[in-house]
């Protein structure tokens, strides 16, 4: 069973800092999504990192993915107030070598930038 | 439409009540999912159609859920006998082919009284 877990759950950053967020997964998957989420408001894709050591950046967001380590991260550089909002990694289910898309995602992290 | 469309967005069912969600995915479109996402939580799979052949159902929680998809476009969920436990987000999502990036809907907010 592919489990996805993601850290830290709650994150309180003040505007200009740095911090990243963390998502490990338990098993083999070929491809890994970034969404942000906004109260009341669906899934955004931020990112999807499909190799090993792929690196994309956006603004003032960047994501990485190690296949090996089955770790991606989500760095924030110099955050600002509209960032503030949940963000979920999620990894697409292989079985038997296949994948028809179904996502097993992380608890969320939930932001807030404050001045 | 240009994306994924779901009504209604928000619905208030008592307790036992029947309710039916619809998912309009984008056109063309192959793949169509539910997730169910309660507060707080992450969304969880619920099922997954190609076409209109439903290929997993494996995450609806109990046999009071049942989904369909009759012409390949359109898809409906169904809860029966709604439980407050029901209570949650239910999003769509669509996707070109199996492995392409799905798109989510607005999701629909289900509280069961």
């Known amino acids: 069973e592919l489990k996805v877990e993601q850290n830290p759950l709650f994150l309180s950053m003040q505007e200009g800092k740095n911090y990243t967020i963390y998502c490990n997964y338990s098993t083999t998957s070929d491809r890994l999504y970034w969404y942000r989420q906004d109260p009341g408001k669906s899934l955004e894709s931020l990112f999807v990192l499909l190799s090993n050591g792929a690196v994309k950046q956006e603004g003032r967001l960047m994501a990485s993915l190690d296949t090996k380590a089955r770790l991606s991260t989500l760095h924030i550089t110099a955050a600002v107030h509209d960032l503030s909002a949940t963000y979920f990694c999620a990894v697409v289910y292989i079985a038997g070598g296949t994948s028809y898309g179904k996502l097993t995602f992380g608890q969320g992290t939930i932001l807030t930038v404050h001045p | 439409g240009a994306g994924v469309s779901q009504s209604p967005r928000y619905k208030v069912a008592k307790r036992g009540q029947d309710v039916a969600l619809r998912c309009d995915p984008i056109?063309?479109?192959?793949?169509l999912f539910w997730y169910q996402q309660a507060l707080g939580q992450g969304p969880e799979f619920l099922t997954y159609?190609?076409?209109?052949?439903?290929?997993?159902k494996s995450g609806l929680p109990s046999d009071r859920f049942f989904a369909e998809r009759p012409e390949g476009s359109v898809s409906t969920l169904k809860i029966q006998r709604t439980q407050q436990e029901d209570s949650a987000v239910y999003l769509c999502?669509?996707?070109?082919?199996?492995?392409?990036?799905?798109?989510f809907g607005q999701g629909t907010r289900l509280t069961v009284v």
């Open positions: 999502a669509s996707s070109l082919f199996g492995s392409a990036e799905a798109f």
């Open positions: 056109s063309g479109h192959v793949s």
């Open positions: 159609f190609q076409n209109e052949a439903q290929l997993d």
